[in-house]
């Protein structure tokens, strides 16, 4: 069983950074892919980035690519989404999501596994 908590939320202006952290429980975590997908009120969730269980290969999602950074410590077993230039439309609820795959097969993935309960990330304008 993995647990995930997210931290790092808050309100930012436009051009500033956060950095978001999910903090898991159990061993097993190292060997999952982890993701980042984001919410906005009316909107569907969206799968922002991906790293692999060993920090080789990442994705991001077009919109983030050259702004954002996943990167994980193992041994701490949590996983950051590095957030910088932020824009408005990056406001959304962010969640971490765990599951024993390869990247590619997390991105195409219509179940994961293990989910956090969000932080709230707000960008103003």
């Known amino acids: 069983q993995v647990q995930l908590v997210e931290s790092g939320g808050g309100l930012v202006q436009a051009g500033g950074s956060l950095r978001l952290s999910c903090a898991a429980s159990?061993?097993?975590?190292?060997?999952?892919?982890t993701g980042w997908f984001r919410q906005a009120p009316g909107k569907e969730r969206e799968l922002v980035a991906v790293?692999?269980?060993?920090?080789?290969?990442?994705y991001y999602t077009d919109s983030v690519k050259g702004r954002f950074t996943i990167s994980r410590d193992n041994a701490k077993n949590t996983v950051y989404l590095q957030m910088n230039s932020l824009k408005s439309g990056d406001t959304a609820v962010y969640f971490c999501?765990?599951?024993?795959?390869?990247?590619?097969?997390?991105?195409?993935?219509?179940?994961?596994?293990?989910w956090g309960q969000g932080t709230q990330v707000t960008v103003s304008s």
């Open positions: 999501a765990a599951h024993g795959l390869s990247t590619t097969d997390f991105v195409q993935a219509v179940r994961l596994d293990y």
């Open positions: 790293i692999n269980w060993s920090g080789t290969s990442t």
């Open positions: 159990g061993r097993t975590f190292r060997s999952y892919a």
